[in-house]
């Protein structure tokens, strides 16, 4: 049974950096494209990266140039690099299949951006 689990949230001062893992129990990452999430307070929930299983990338246009998404497929785990951080990417961050798969969100990571 597959599990994801978010870590590397924090508090961090606008114009920071953070680095986001998820580590999955279960080999998914080479059967599937893998993807960021994030939801806002009272917001839907958005996909703010991807990462296809041919390596391929794709962003949000609120995060491309600042966020970089990355796997190591040894470790099981897909990564999120924010740097250049700003007010509006306060959210709770998740990682998940491409399209989410309901069996496999987690508690996500809290990333709080003070300005």
């Known amino acids: 049974q597959v599990q994801l689990v978010e870590s590397g949230g924090g508090l961090v001062q606008a114009g920071g950096s953070l680095r986001l893992s998820c580590a999955a129990k279960?080999?998914?990452?080479?059967?599937?494209?893998m993807g960021w999430y994030r939801q806002a307070p009272g917001q839907q929930r958005e996909l703010v990266a991807a990462?296809?299983?041919?390596?391929?990338?794709n962003y949000a246009d609120s995060v491309e140039g600042r966020f970089t998404i990355s796997r190591d497929n040894a470790k099981n785990t897909v990564y999120l690099q924010m740097n250049s951080l700003i007010h509006e990417d306060t959210a709770v961050y998740y990682c998940?299949?491409?399209?989410?798969?309901?069996?496999?969100w987690g508690q996500g990571t809290q990333v709080t951006v003070s300005s």
């Open positions: 990462l296809s299983k041919s390596g391929t990338t």
């Open positions: 279960g080999s998914i990452f080479s059967i599937s494209s």
């Open positions: 998940n299949t491409i399209p989410g798969f309901y069996a496999y």
